[in-house]
């Protein structure tokens, strides 16, 4: 008789807990996937057993290339609050610039059943391994910053790539050199002596931006020379390391040092002021990317310019292009790649992109 009671007692209670819950209204719509309802009061769910419930949108597993890389944490951290803020449970790893550790956290990212993954591959290279693993686990996934191929793409209709045209930043490199007054040649002999120190070669980013800002130099008329072309791996430390030793081989005969990035320009601008130049006066310095630092150093007349790699553009979009996967769409070959755009920084526009 008593344990009758004691069992009716617990039924009751049971009942008022799940009415106070609301769980007893909770749609059965999340059947079949790994979701379930995050509860919108403090009151734990029902069934608040059941370890680290996923967010109401999912989980996302984030592949970085390296966390140790300027555009590249900026980028991360927009990442993170889009997806938070969207309700998805982002988990964000570190690649510490190895293809091999970031196969690794692919696959983990799929046995743990993510339900999509962002990923910026290590190696542009290794897209054919990294595209033939996530269509076998059939996971969404959205590509960034570092681009394949079309045709490496078209292997998988659930894959899109979200990015930048990297000639357009590269143009427009050269098109803030054709702004100044003596349009890059200031020591006036006809042509314009520049050095190049460029990111991780393998990255299409670099190809392009090496390629198409002096491209816009020849298309406006001007001739050019190579001084010299160095890699820095998009790193600030070689950067000033490269142009400290440009500046002692070739001195006064430097008058453009493009950099395939910001973080490289700041260390570019350490070398120029140590050996006594001074940006736009004698000497022109551009990089790509729109990091605070430099645009503080445009504003500032240490950097002749700069262009936007609009990290939280490409997050949300990144974001968006990812839900779009998520509710069934998927990409054609030859339309798997989704542009944001750059944007021109200089000395008078530079206020517009400081917070
Ligand atoms: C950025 C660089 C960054 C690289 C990483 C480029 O788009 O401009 O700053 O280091 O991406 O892949």
Avoid: H
């Avoid at 190895?98 to 743990?112: C, L, P, R, S, V």
């Avoid at 520049?194 to 800002?213: H, K, L």
């Avoid at 750059?342 to 400081?354: H, I, L, S």
């Amino acid at each position: 008789m008593k344990k009758t009671l004691a069992l009716l007692l617990a039924a009751v209670m049971m009942l008022a807990l799940l009415t106070a819950c609301g769980g007893g209204d909770k749609p059965a719509d999340n059947a079949g996937d790994s979701q379930t309802g995050q509860s919108d009061t403090t009151t734990p769910p029902a069934d608040a057993a059941t370890p680290e419930e996923p967010a109401a949108g999912g989980t996302v597993g984030v592949c970085i290339y390296k966390f140790d890389d300027a555009f590249m944490t900026t980028y991360r951290n927009a990442l993170e609050a889009i997806l938070k803020e969207k309700g998805y449970e982002p988990i964000v790893v570190d690649g510490n610039n190895d293809q091999a550790k970031q196969n690794e956290q692919i696959n983990t990212f799929i046995t743990q059943g993510v339900d999509a993954l962002i990923i910026n591959p290590v190696m542009t290279s290794a897209a054919d391994t990294i595209i033939a693993t996530v269509k076998g686990a059939g996971i969404p996934t959205v590509l960034i910053n570092r681009e394949p191929t079309p045709e490496q793409m078209a292997a998988y209709d659930k894959l899109v790539y979200v990015g930048c045209d990297a000639r357009q930043s590269g143009t427009m490199q050269g098109e803030l050199i054709l702004d100044t007054p003596n349009k890059g040649d200031i020591n006036g002999d006809g042509k314009i002596s520049y050095i190049m120190i460029q990111g991780d070669p393998e990255n299409v980013d670099a190809q392009y931006r090496t390629e198409f800002s002096v491209k816009a130099l020849e298309d406006a008329g001007m001739e050019v020379e190579q001084l010299n072309l160095t890699r820095g791996d998009w790193d600030r430390e070689k950067g000033q390391t490269i142009c400290a030793n440009d500046l002692a081989q070739f001195g006064d005969k430097i008058e453009v040092v493009f950099c395939n990035n910001d973080d490289m320009a700041i260390g570019a601008l350490q070398a120029i002021q140590s050996a006594g130049r001074k940006v736009n006066e004698d000497i022109y310095l551009v990089g790509v990317d729109a990091l605070d630092a430099a645009l503080n150093e445009v504003q500032a007349g240490n950097m002749t310019g700069t262009v936007l790699n609009d990290a939280n553009g490409q997050a949300a979009g990144a974001v968006a292009e990812m839900e779009k996967l998520l509710g069934g769409a998927t990409y054609s070959s030859g339309n798997q790649s989704v542009y944001v755009d750059y944007v021109k920084v200089t000395p008078e526009n530079v206020g517009d992109f400081m917070k």
